[in-house]
């Protein structure tokens, strides 16, 4: 009899997030290759749990207080109870978890899957440095980006034996114009009150301080007071409340009402993608962009801060510019250049079809789990 096939996600929750998007579509990879998925979340923030395909199981297992340290052995004892011997965990906190409950263990393989890279706050920084303590030889790191890697390593000295650089790739069968429908693009101007001959920035991330908003909004004023380029921006994402709303202080204090639109957590980005011009990021910490690789196989070229792997994805004055981080008038000029530039849309997209498709993504996964 052929044993069954089984891998445990563990990541500590499911907001809105790429790195949690990433993981659904890896488990549903997985899942169809005939493996038994279990998905632990190691708290009660689920707002994509929705979005876990039937057939996945989705179990909570959390602290029940903040130094519950016996969570760990909850963690283990459900993994064995289910016959478990090869775990995923997503980030740095899920692996410490996992990993106090396994030291020693020979028999349970263990990847972790990084999608941080700074620290943001000397908290995390310092949780960080305990958490990265806990390495095993045996275990297997897995970067998605170069920078990342060399970033980590100096940042906390660490050397794992096994690891690997597996970049971020999306669907570019669904991320695609044709899929689009075209009659929806007029509609949404017109309630946004964008006019047909205006131009739209779009960026599309978590409202969280990390993510550096009030620097797109600066550079927003930037462009339209000192480069004359009256432009849209958007905001696709949800957040913190209190964070949004000293982004919407900002903006009346600017007087860009009338230019700026916060429109939540679209169920489909997509027709957002295809009405915008070109795509941003102004992070202060970003590692690998699922959404900057979107809009670029919409062809949009996209201007990101030089951090994490910005520089690996971006061929300058091809799909895109970075800029300096936190820094406004770099951020306005890039944009102004982008706007003015006749992009070659084509080559954007085919740049991501041949570099970050989810498919490449997944086949190096699999290798690397069933090897």
């Known amino acids: 009899m052929v044993k069954e096939k089984k891998i445990a996600f563990v990541i500590h929750g499911l907001p809105m997030g790429g790195a949690e998007k990433f993981m659904i579509g890896l488990a549903n990879h997985f899942k169809n290759k005939n493996y038994k998925i279990h998905i632990i979340l190691l708290s009660n923030d689920d707002e994509l749990i929705k979005e876990v395909p039937s057939g996945i199981t989705v179990t909570k297992i959390l602290k029940n207080s903040r130094f519950d ?116 693009i007029p509609e949404i101007k017109t309630k946004l009150g964008i006019k047909n001959n205006e131009q739209i920035i779009i960026k599309v991330a978590r409202i969280q301080s990390e993510k550096n908003h009030e620097a797109a909004i600066k550079a927003l004023d930037i462009l339209h007071t000192q480069l004359n380029n009256k432009a849209h921006l958007i905001f696709a994402g949800n957040g913190n409340s209190n964070y949004i709303n000293s982004l919407t202080s900002l903006v009346k204090e600017l007087d860009l ?20 011009d070109i795509f941003t990021l102004t992070s202060n910490s970003e590692t690998f962009s699922l959404s900057a690789l979107e809009a670029m196989a919409f062809g949009l070229p996209c201007s990101l801060t030089n951090i994490g792997g910005a520089s690996e994805m971006i061929e300058e004055n091809v799909n895109g510019l970075l800029t300096a981080p936190n820094n406004p008038t ?3 000029k890039s944009w102004d250049t982008l706007l003015r530039m006749n992009a070659n849309k084509e080559l954007i997209r085919e740049l991501v079809i041949r570099k970050f498709n989810i498919n490449n993504m997944l086949v190096q996964y699999e290798q690397l789990i069933e090897n």
Do not use: M
């Open 330 to 332: 770099s951020i306005a």
């Open 69 to 184: 340290i016996l969570v760990t052995k909850r963690i283990k004892q459900y993994i064995q109870k289910e016959g478990i011997n090869k775990i995923i965990c997503i980030n740095s906190y899920a692996y410490f978890l996992t990993k106090i409950a396994y030291i020693g263990n020979k028999d349970t393989k263990i990847f972790v899957s990084l999608h941080t890279t700074k620290p943001f706050s000397r908290k995390s920084y310092l949780q960080n440095i305990v958490y990265f303590r806990f390495i095993d030889q045996q275990d297997c790191f897995i970067y998605i980006c170069k920078n990342q890697r060399e970033y980590l390593r100096k940042k906390y000295w660490i050397s794992p034996k096994n690891e690997v650089i597996i970049y971020n790739g999306i669907d570019t069968d669904y991320f695609t114009a044709q899929n689009v429908d075209q009659n929806k």
């Open 257 to 276: 009402e009338n230019y700026v639109h916060f429109i939540g957590n679209q169920a489909d980005v997509r027709p957002y993608y295809a009405l915008s």
